[in-house]
């Protein structure tokens, strides 16, 4: 019987366009966690290339990758780059409260 080979589980691989993006940010958001959303939005930039996002947000490749690690909770400072050098914005609206 041969052994069968599996990897570990990467986000990066299944993030293929903008919305699947936005909803994954979306979703994670609701969560409230900081460390969390820096692990999304490192999944988005290996989707999309990390030297690149590195040019537009005048971080180095190393900074991002352990900022965006989810490792620990980077820098509000770095969050804001690398959501607007991944052309995403953040919206706020009053919670939806039940009663």
């Known amino acids: 019987m041969s052994k069968l080979k599996t990897r570990t589980f990467d986000a990066a691989n299944y993030l293929t366009n903008e919305e699947e993006m936005a909803e994954y940010l979306t979703v994670v958001m609701k969560e409230g ?23 537009d947000t005048g971080l180095s490749r190393e900074s ?13 400072d770095t969050l804001f780059k690398v959501i607007r050098a991944l052309g995403f914005e953040l919206n706020i609206r009053p919670a939806a409260h039940s009663h």
């Open 64 to 76: 991002l990758y352990k900022s965006l690690s989810g490792e620990r909770a980077p820098s509000s």
């Open 33 to 55: 966690d900081s460390t969390l959303l820096a692990a999304a939005l490192g999944d988005i930039a290996k989707a999309r290339g990390m030297t690149q996002l590195a040019r």
